[in-house]
């Protein structure tokens, strides 16, 4: 039997997970660049980072993992009762519970595959909440073991859309150093800095 997708619905998302995080990875470089920040993919090729982000004149930059699900959402499945939100999980990874940095967050991406709305949850979260929540049971006995976020929704609404701390911690961190080398070489004087 043939099911029709809903008009909306999101059925048409991919099964291929390395598809599917690099979708997130670009959703999240198009809403940092239509804030008016610069968004560079890393390609892999750094570890904790898959999106370098600077501001608009280039002298800030943090950086941003991407963690992409398309079904964060688990309900109660009990019968008789109204489905309820119980939790949100991503597949999360060893290192990025572990990591402590400061200038870098994790942006949780849910397509929401089940969902009959257009709109995609983006979560940034910066890595202290997410090694303070992960401490007490990630550790380094079972290397093999797979690392999942589960996650209330109460514990994680209010990074929910927090694009507002991309803009702060940009604005906190140390300007980028111009080299008096290279300013020389490029008319720069240490004046105009």
Excluded at 158 to 166: E, K, N, T, V
């Amino acid at each position: 039997m043939n099911t029709v997708a809903q008009p909306n619905s999101r059925a048409y998302l991919t099964n291929d997970h390395q598809l599917l995080g690099a979708a997130g990875t670009y959703f999240v470089m198009s809403e940092l660049s239509a804030r008016g920040y610069h968004a560079s993919c890393m390609f892999g090729n750094a570890p904790h980072v898959d999106i370098l982000v600077s501001s608009s004149d280039g002298a800030r930059s943090i950086a941003i993992q991407v963690k992409t699900t398309a079904l964060a959402k688990r309900w109660t499945r009990k019968r008789k009762e109204v489905k309820k939100l119980t939790q949100l999980q991503w597949y999360l990874g060893r290192k990025a519970a572990k990591a402590n940095l400061k200038g870098l967050f994790v942006v949780f991406v849910d397509f929401d595959k089940g969902s009959a709305s257009p709109l995609t949850d983006c979560y940034v979260v910066p890595s202290s909440f997410i090694y303070e929540f992960c401490k007490s049971w990630i550790d380094d006995s079972d290397k093999n073991k797979m690392v999942r976020l589960h996650i209330s929704p109460a514990q994680i609404e209010q990074y929910r859309g927090a694009w507002d701390l991309i803009r702060d911690a940009l604005k906190e961190t140390e300007p980028n150093q111009v080299l008096q080398p290279a300013a020389a070489a490029l008319g720069i004087s240490a004046a105009t800095e």
